[in-house]
């Protein structure tokens, strides 16, 4: 299973963007280094989910917004690690939509997000049969180690 570390910063900076932007879908980046294998986030950068109508069940990301997360990801000298985003009321397994819009080198951070709290953080990532498979997260926190599948 391949691994993704979360700071405590850059997870607590995550929670945070979720529980505000609840009960919508929220979006953001995330950057760091990979080291022997394992993806080391340090850096979380938000964005404005750019979906028209009801963002309660989908986000979208403007097209301008990634452009601008590679020139961050250049200037600050880290990898483009992946993306980020809320499932509202749900569990933090991805959905068909999520797959469609999957890019083979990124992983991909949910959170499952209740009123009151962020219940549940998993990481997924494409294979070479374009299924998703779940990356180990370590945590300071163990907020999830779980290998559910995804659907």
Same mark, same amino acid.
């Given at each position: 299973m391949k691994k993704l %570390? &979360? *700071?405590t910063q850059a997870e607590d900076l995550m929670k945070i963007h979720s529980l505000q932007g609840f009960p919508n879908e929220i979006c953001g980046f995330f950057y760091g280094k990979t080291v022997?294998?394992?993806?080391h986030v340090t850096a979380i950068k938000p964005v404005e989910n750019a979906k028209e109508g +009801? !963002?309660?069940r989908r986000f979208a990301i403007d097209p301008l917004d990634y452009m601008k997360?590679? !020139?961050?990801?250049?200037a600050e000298e880290l %990898?483009? &690690?992946?993306?980020? /985003?809320? /499932?509202? &009321?749900h569990p933090a397994i991805p959905s %068909? /939509? +999520?797959l469609k819009q999957a890019l083979p080198s990124f992983s991909y951070i949910i959170l499952s997000v209740q009123p009151e709290a962020v219940v549940d953080? *998993?990481?997924w990532t494409l294979n070479d049969d374009r299924a998703f498979e779940q990356e180990e997260i370590i945590s300071n926190r163990n907020v999830n180690t779980s290998a559910s599948k995804a659907s």
């Open positions: %570390e &979360l *700071t022997e294998g394992v993806k +009801d !963002q309660r997360a590679e !020139q961050f990801a250049i %990898e483009f &690690l992946g993306i980020y /985003h809320t /499932h509202p &009321l %068909e /939509h +999520d953080i *998993t990481s």
